[in-house]
């Protein structure tokens, strides 16, 4: 499982990139070039994500910082062949991507006039180039809660995110959600388009305005690693490729982890993490070898990632040394207490449902409650589970019917059973939840 | 400085004759208090409460000829009841406006950026 740190990358739209006309004095090596590109993509996607934070403070504009890591990467290509890899790429990329865009900007009259802003307000004074890379990585926090703000809706946040933030190319966002890569490009350019039209602020939300400004960015880190756990991990190279579910898990948690360097006091980032990685640790048990759903109770726990159980644990461990519970280190904590049980009948249901209590007084939704009603059904039966049920509006969610199919079947009221996998089927979202559902219905 | 338009709009049923007069009353006040708020905040630019939607009359060109049509220009239960124009730092600033004035009409407020000369 890679969790290579919490780098960004950024990876240009294009692999040929605009050429600023610069023509190496020792010619192409073709050979050597082809041996190295991948190396140097590789290098410059790392390196390219806190260049591309520093462009936007810079410029004060996203599309000239896109435009500027482009430039910057079709330089690259042809410097580092010839040059090495430089010792710090994101330096490298930062004052190239900006030589690059004052360049541009001088061609353009809209520009030249953007430019003479840009000096008068100091924000491209000559000569501290060193200074520009923000150590605290503020740039990174600030273009963050830019690309979840709240005005933005969650599509364009999660759009922008990994964009901007995880480096994908369009057409690898647009495959990970299923949409036409031309759909994918119209909702970054409305989502740019109004960052600029209503002058959304590019700045780091002060400490009063965190608790509304936090939680988009959590939920989009969740919401990209949920989009790729509900396949199963990758068998072949195709799903190694940009777009399939582990890219997304992969993205989910590079993100997380991310946000906990970047802001290691907030209790609720470690829980997210904890979460994600806790949540990450069973998914290899999860599905067959065909694809195929398997639950929890089902699993082979010796497919559970020790590593990231333990990490998990760990995280969740200094969450609780806080004593500020949110619901994601609530729903960590969950997690954590599945981990610790060997076998399904190990489980601390007990405690789960106190989790639940917690949880469900904080966030009051009715998929908590349908969830805490999981696991009263362990402690207390199936019935008074299905009871708790009956006071909850979840009819087009198929996993309240799957819930109830399967407490209806433990009771052994079986017709009614039947019904409701049916039903759970009809509604289930992916192809592997479906076919789980109605086999059990037969 | 930037400038926003708040606008809010009645739907036909939420209509302010319907308020009993104490509470109009005191949304007038709430209002009052706000806008001086915003003025001292140096935020306020403009506001406006508008006559009732079926008052007005939309003008049109033909061929160099004015016409004119009784009501308004879409025939919709939702109008426009009034706005805000403020100045405000960036959007952020922007919102945190537009949301007292939501609070204190009891109705959504959409908020616009005025577009520059350049886009």
């Known amino acids: 499982m890679s969790s290579s740190g919490d780098s960004a990358r950024f990876e240009p739209e294009s692999v040929d990139g605009p050429h600023s006309g610069e023509v190496s004095a020792h010619g192409a090596r073709a050979p050597q070039q082809e041996l190295d590109a991948e190396q140097i993509g590789r290098t410059f996607r790392e390196g390219s994500g806190r260049a591309v934070a520093a462009l936007i403070r810079l410029f004060g504009d996203i599309e000239v910082a896109e435009d500027a890591v482009q430039d910057a990467f079709a330089l690259a290509l042809k410097s580092w062949v010839k040059d090495g890899l430089p010792s710090n790429p994101s330096a490298w990329i930062l004052t190239t991507g900006r030589n690059r865009a004052i360049d541009r900007l001088r061609r353009e009259s809209l520009g030249r ?73 119209q909702r970054l350019v409305r989502a740019k388009r109004k960052i600029k039209s209503e002058h959304i602020p590019y700045r780091v939300p002060s400490e009063s305005e965190l608790p509304t400004r936090l939680p988009p960015v959590l939920a989009v880190a969740y919401l990209i690693y949920n989009a790729g756990s509900g396949r199963a991990p990758a068998s072949g190279v195709e799903d190694r490729c940009a777009g399939g579910a582990e890219d997304l898990c992969a993205e989910g948690i590079r993100l997380a982890r991310l946000l906990h360097a970047l802001m290691p006091e907030e209790p609720e980032v470690t829980g997210l993490l904890s979460l994600l990685l806790l949540n990450e640790s069973r998914r290899g048990a999860r599905f067959a070898a065909d694809g195929s759903l398997i639950s929890l109770r089902e699993q082979a ?61 904080m966030t009051g939704t009715p998929v908590v409650a349908m969830n805490r009603a999981i696991a009263v059904a362990e402690v207390d039966g199936p019935a008074a589970a299905l009871t708790l049920l009956e006071e909850l509006e979840l009819d087009s969610y198929y996993s309240f019917h799957a819930t109830r199919a399967d407490l209806l079947r433990r009771l052994e009221r079986l017709d009614e059973a039947k019904l409701a996998y049916r039903r759970a089927a009809e509604l289930a979202p992916t192809e592997a939840e479906r076919e789980f559902l109605k086999a059990r219905a037969n | 400085m930037n400038q926003y338009l708040f606008s809010l709009h009645s739907d036909g049923a939420s209509c302010q004759t319907d308020m009993a007069p104490e509470e109009m009353q005191q949304m007038f006040q709430r209002i009052q208090a706000l806008e001086s708020e ?80 350049q886009s």
């Open chain 1, 301 to 361: 726990r010796e497919g559970w990632n020790p590593q990231l159980i333990l990490e998990g644990q760990e995280l969740l461990r200094a969450c609780l040394r806080r004593d500020e519970p949110g619901p994601y280190q609530l729903q960590a904590a969950i997690q954590a207490v599945h981990a610790d049980a060997a076998r399904i009948e190990d489980t601390d249901w007990a405690q789960i449902v106190a989790i639940y209590d917690e949880l469900l007084h």
């Open chain 1, 113 to 185: 006039a953007i430019l003479g802003d840009l000096v008068r307000e100091q924000s491209l004074a000559s000569g501290e180039v060193d200074d520009e890379l923000d150590p605290l990585s503020d740039d990174q926090l600030r273009l963050i809660f830019t690309c979840c703000h709240p005005a933005l809706a969650s599509e364009a946040q999660v759009a922008l995110t990994l964009r901007l933030i995880g480096g994908l190319p369009t057409r690898e966002v647009a495959r990970s959600f299923l949409v036409e890569e031309a759909t994918m490009a």
């Open chain 2, 38 to 117: 915003m003025k001292s905040g140096g935020a306020w630019m403009f506001s406006a409460r508008l006559t009732e939607s079926d008052s007005a009359t939309v003008v049109r060109d033909s061929n160099g000829e004015t016409l004119m049509t009784d009501g308004p220009y879409a025939e919709s239960k939702e109008y426009l009841a009034g706005f805000y124009i403020i100045q405000a730092a960036d959007l952020d600033a922007a919102l945190v406006w537009a949301g007292k004035v939501s609070a204190c009409v009891g109705r959504p407020i959409e908020v616009r950026a005025f577009a520059g000369f």
